[in-house]
């Protein structure tokens, strides 16, 4: 098992559409969640970071259930410029101050006019 | 501030050559990574480094090696390249080693081994 999984899409929606990514992901231990975005050919950058309360920046709503081990990203009024792929990252604590960063293999969501 | 750069961004190798892979960061981050991407697979960790003079292996370490002479560069070396190590290469920095903070990536490097 894949210990961040994401369902690779492509999603194509139309503008304005809304539209959700799920992840789940294997380690329990885990602390820390986040969302890349990368764009076709360069490089991934941070998009946000996930909050067990959930946490919303602008169109942008990301949600965490661990008991569950899932992490959600939804993206409202969606808009040309969303196209890319989106990453799903979970850290896993490798000791008390070190940890790594695992990713999905992304989600890729085309939006057309 | 121009953050994470690479270098080169594009190289063609022919099997059995070597070549490096230079990542620098202007950002005085202590700890770096390098990163490969392949088609379906997400980014899996090569090496990574803590600090100057320290490098530690990743996921998929074998084939390369590494090195951190000065905080600001960290080296990726492949010795006698396979085709197996065509893929993008990203390098990341980041000012915790905890993983709760941002990862900074370079824009990468496109490596084709014939």
């Known amino acids: 098992r894949k210990e961040v999984e994401q369902d690779p899409g492509p999603f194509n929606v139309p503008e304005g559409a809304t539209v959700a990514f799920n992840c789940t992901y294997s380690?329990?231990?885990?602390?820390?969640f986040f969302w890349y975005r990368q764009d076709c050919r360069k490089e991934p950058k941070l998009l946000m970071s996930?909050?067990?309360s959930g946490n919303e920046d602008g169109r942008f709503t990301a949600q965490l259930n661990r008991a569950s081990q899932y992490i959600s990203l939804l993206i409202r009024d969606s808009k040309l410029s969303d196209s890319a792929t989106y990453l799903c990252?979970?850290?896993?604590?490798?000791?008390?101050?070190?940890?790594?960063?695992?990713f999905g293999q992304g989600t890729t969501l085309q939006v057309k006019p | 501030n121009a953050g994470v750069t690479q270098t080169p961004k594009f190289r063609v190798l022919k099997t059995g050559q070597s070549m490096t892979l230079l990542c620098a960061q202007d950002m005085n981050h202590e700890y770096m990574y390098w990163y490969r991407q392949d088609p379906g697979m997400g980014l899996r960790l090569i090496h990574y480094s803590v600090g100057e003079g320290t490098t530690a292996k990743g996921e998929v370490p074998d084939g390369y090696n590494v090195s951190r002479l000065k905080k600001q560069n960290f080296l990726l070396g492949l010795e006698s390249a396979a085709p197996s190590q065509t893929s993008v290469y990203f390098c990341?920095?980041?000012?915790?080693?905890?993983?709760?903070?941002?990862?900074?990536f370079g824009p990468g490097t496109r490596l084709t081994v014939t």
């Open positions: 990252v979970v850290n896993i604590p490798l000791s008390s101050n070190t940890g790594k960063l695992i």
């Open positions: 990341a920095s980041t000012s915790d080693p905890r993983g709760v903070y941002e990862q900074y």
């Open positions: 380690n329990s231990a885990s602390q820390s």
């Open positions: 996930v909050y067990s």
